[in-house]
């Protein structure tokens, strides 16, 4: 009893004594090798081991740099905390703050009900109406956010259809047990055929009970899947690809070159990668749910039409848009398009009416997200005015919604209230994810650190044996594993911890540093086997439709699809558009000084350190 008490104990006071334990143990690393690389590596397994256990908050790990640099002399204070506020982290934000807004008027739902409301009433089509918009919000809002936000949705169309099968076998027990009492003289003659149909009756409950929990299954994993996916398409989708984009950055002006990717080039890359895998999650969770029957003619099912009753239902509950939905679509609708003319890059953009590499995508992110806070979320009173005699000259025809006219009187009374903006920020400052803001600075900043301090270059050096494989090899492996890793650990920490590695490798390879980084980044979004490994998987999993195993057995298939079309996609079309067959020349002299070098990884750390290092280093090819 002592000893369960005692282990108790430790288990609760975990983040304290591992807070404590840990850098202690790791502290004969810089101790013993007094140079750069090692204090740089002591940071970096002490940072990551708060990351992946999170032993503490992830955005209280990603301000650890901010002392532990300066105080181990791998970087100054002023620039570690420079590096905390780049050009990408304020693209991110100015989209976090448009996704704000469109939650706050619930823009959102309103196309989540509408989709849902457009499709047929077969499962296959449902299921793809809860898909549509999980995958099209999260490629521009958090995957956090519009899992959330469909979840209700799907959990309601989930009980509409087991409440009216359950309606239906009520009534159907009822019309038989009148049927049954209705002549009581051949009761007793037909008893044993009336047991055998109870039995029947109980026998087809069972497998619809047991067809309805596969149902559900496939419902709530679609939407976990689709999410994630969805943040592959676009820059903004995820953390992982805008923490890609500032490390890429960064490489590239270290050998004096510009990063090729932007918002628009991005899109070359992952949405068609999302789309396929969008396709490929719609035909598998058919197959994962109904087996060979998904291929079969469904029949006519009337909880099906019920649950369209009840979406049609609840889609008129929001009445007609309002002044403020649309205010916040027409923005969001500009934020994109300026996004993609900045520098599409076969045609002249909109970027080139300003000074060369002043503007970036982040500016007309955060030019947006400030011009919502000025926009007003009601229409001014003579807009109304115009609109209110528009209205009457129309007569009925001005609405088929039955809520329309109350809006329209609503909206003319609240012409005399105060002038409010569509955001607040008291509105903004609950909504944001700031801990996210603060893992992306904390990783440029780790990425910054590993780079200044020679750690990058040791780490990548160990790893030049594998120049013997074939460069698409060596990306789907360095894909494999990563997608493995994201699975225990955070997407925005895993990308951090390996992209830079994978873009160093590339270098020392004589490979396209894209080749390595762009599918690292993308395999960090592949997380579809535990409830850990996205927040989207947490929420679904909480719903009690799901088990561990039926999310393993769901994801694992989506894992090798995933990993072969985007190894596929690496190989094919994305080598020929961004020319990634041949590593450019503002890489070449470095490529070639570190190949043509005898010197291994530890005679390079020898010019660095009195004590020496003795490690054990396979050596160059």
Request: aromatic share 10%; with cysteine.
């Amino acid at each position: 009893m002592g000893l369960r008490h005692w282990l108790k104990g430790c288990w609760l006071y975990r983040s304290l004594w591992l807070s404590i334990l840990v850098p202690l143990l790791l502290a004969p690393l810089p101790y013993y090798h007094p140079n750069s690389v090692a204090r740089a590596g002591y940071c970096v397994i002490v940072i990551a081991f708060f990351w992946m256990t999170e032993i503490l908050p992830l955005a209280v790990t990603s301000l650890f740099p901010v002392f532990l640099f300066p105080m181990f002399g791998i970087m100054s204070a002023k620039d570690v905390c420079s590096s905390y506020v780049k050009d990408t982290l304020m693209l991110f934000l100015g989209s976090l703050v448009v996704a704000v807004a469109v939650e706050r008027w619930n823009l959102h739902k309103r196309l989540a009900l509408r989709t849902l409301t457009l499709v047929g009433t077969q499962p296959r089509w449902l299921m793809l109406g809860i898909m549509l918009p999980c995958w099209f919000l999260s490629m521009w809002m958090s995957n956090t956010a519009t899992c959330a936000m469909m979840m209700p949705i799907v959990t309601a169309i989930l009980t509409q259809i087991r409440n009216t099968r359950r309606a239906q076998r009520r009534a159907a027990r009822a019309t038989s047990s009148l049927m049954k009492h209705g002549d009581s003289g051949r009761q007793e003659e037909n008893g044993d055929i009336e047991l055998e149909a109870t039995r029947r009756a109980e026998d087809d409950e069972a497998a619809e009970d047991k067809e309805f929990d596969s149902l559900a299954k496939v419902f709530i994993l679609c939407t976990a899947y689709s999410a994630n996916i969805g943040g592959i398409a676009t820059l903004t989708g995820t953390p992982s690809n805008i923490i890609f984009k500032g490390l890429a950055d960064g490489l590239y002006q270290e050998h004096g070159g510009t990063n090729p990717i932007n918002f628009a080039s991005w899109l070359l890359i992952g949405m068609p990668v999302s789309f396929i895998l969008f396709l490929c999650l719609w035909g598998w969770m058919q197959l994962y749910g109904e087996g060979l029957r998904c291929f079969r003619c469904v029949t006519k099912d009337s909880s099906f039409d019920s649950v369209k009753e009840a979406l049609w239902a609840e889609y008129r509950k929001m009445g007609s848009m309002t002044f403020a939905e649309g205010v916040v679509l027409v923005n969001f609708i500009t934020l994109a398009l300026l996004w993609v003319t900045r520098s599409p890059g076969f045609i002249p953009g909109w970027g080139l009416l300003f000074e060369k590499g002043f503007v970036k995508d982040s500016t007309p992110a955060v030019l947006i997200a400030c011009v919502l806070f000025v926009l007003p979320s009601r229409a001014p009173h003579c807009l109304l005015s115009c609109r209110g005699k528009s209205a009457g000259r129309a007569g009925e025809k001005t609405s088929l919604l039955p809520q329309a006219d109350g809006n329209e009187s609503l909206a003319l009374a609240a012409s005399h209230l105060p002038y409010q903006p569509i955001l607040t920020w008291k509105a903004v400052n609950e909504k944001l994810a700031w801990g996210v803001l603060l893992l992306m600075g904390g990783g440029f900043a780790l990425a910054d650190g590993c780079q200044a301090s020679g750690l990058s270059q040791w780490m990548s050096g160990h790893l030049e044996g594998v120049a013997q494989l074939s460069p698409w090899l060596i990306a789907l492996i360095l894909s494999t594993f990563i997608a493995l890793a994201t699975e225990m650990t955070s997407n925005a920490a895993t990308t951090t911890l390996f992209v830079p590695i994978a873009g160093d490798l590339a270098v020392k390879l004589g490979v396209h540093p894209l080749m390595f980084m762009v599918p690292c980044t993308v395999a960090t979004s592949l997380a579809f086997l535990l409830p850990v490994a996205t927040p989207p998987n947490a929420i679904v999993f909480a719903s009690g439709y799901l088990r561990v195993k039926d999310m393993v057995l769901g994801g694992i298939p989506m894992n090798i699809i995933s990993l072969v079309v985007l190894n596929v996609a690496i190989n094919t079309y994305i080598v020929s558009a961004f020319d990634l067959s041949q590593l450019p020349d503002l890489f070449k002299v470095n490529a070639s000084s570190s190949l043509s070098s005898s010197s291994s990884p530890l005679e390079y750390l020898a010019g660095t350190t009195s004590g020496g290092l003795v490690l054990n280093v396979t050596g160059s090819p």
